[in-house]
């Protein structure tokens, strides 16, 4: 089946700094990567979706210079949030997709466990 | 906009008996897709259960299956014969066939397994 591979699993930054998260499809090309950010004991929300070699598309309310995305390649997309605070801590996890038909699966990452501190 | 919503937040079952969770969903398209997902402890999300819009019959993955009622938009997950890996948070999905095509989740059920 299809792999989707985070890095790193956890992660602890000091208050002001910035923390890159990967997300990696491992067995499979993804044309669009989703990151969704979870709070405890509550539902996945949609925080962008990106395309490979195009801009991210923001969920409104989620500010596009904090959390950075970069969808380099078709295996590889990047998170990075700047300038961290505590209230930035959460569990992030990425998706992937294949490709554009309604059949194409959507394939979820383990998630990242960001503490700022 | 879609959504949906999962009214248990929490459910328990005995385990080797049967439980259902409910799932309802606000749309105004005729085509689109549903899932069921779980997600243990180990927060990794796993698929549980997909079912297309234009099909009539209920998807079924051996003791998971659904009851799709699309005049009602009910979305419904029967567990049979339950066991305790199946304890986990599920959430119910929507996705569009449209070019938006992004996951709406509902706000998730525990569910629980009693020995």
């Known amino acids: 089946g299809a792999v989707v591979s985070q890095h790193p699993s956890w992660v602890i930054c000091k208050s002001g700094t910035s923390v890159k998260i990967e997300c990696r499809s491992l067995?499979?090309?993804?044309?669009?990567m989703f990151w969704y950010r979870q709070f405890p004991k509550q539902s996945l929300m949609l925080m962008a979706t990106s395309n490979e070699g195009s801009k991210a598309t923001y969920e409104q309310g989620v500010e596009k210079d904090k959390f950075l995305i970069n969808h380099a390649s078709l295996t590889l997309s990047t998170l990075t949030v700047t300038s961290a605070h505590p209230e930035d801590s959460s569990f992030y996890i990425c998706?992937?997709?294949?490709?554009?038909?309604?059949?194409?699966?959507?394939?979820f990452g383990p998630g990242t466990r960001l503490t700022v501190t | 906009a879609q959504t949906v919503t999962q009214s248990q937040p929490e459910m328990s079952v005995q385990e080797a008996e049967t439980v259902t969770l409910s799932c309802t969903y606000d749309t105004s398209e005729s085509d689109y897709y549903l899932f069921w997902y779980k997600q243990p402890p180990s927060r990794q999300m796993i698929l549980v259960i997909r079912q297309e819009a234009y099909k009539q019959q209920n998807a079924t993955e051996n003791r998971f299956s659904v009851n799709f009622q699309k005049a009602a938009k009910s979305f419904s997950l029967k567990i049979s014969d339950s066991q305790l890996g199946d304890a986990a948070m599920y959430f119910c999905a929507y996705r569009s066939e449209g070019s938006a095509r992004q996951l709406t989740f509902g706000s998730g059920t525990q569910l629980t397994v009693l020995p």
């Open positions: 067995d499979f090309q993804a044309t669009t």
């Open positions: 998706s992937a997709r294949k490709g554009l038909a309604g059949t194409d699966e959507q394939y």
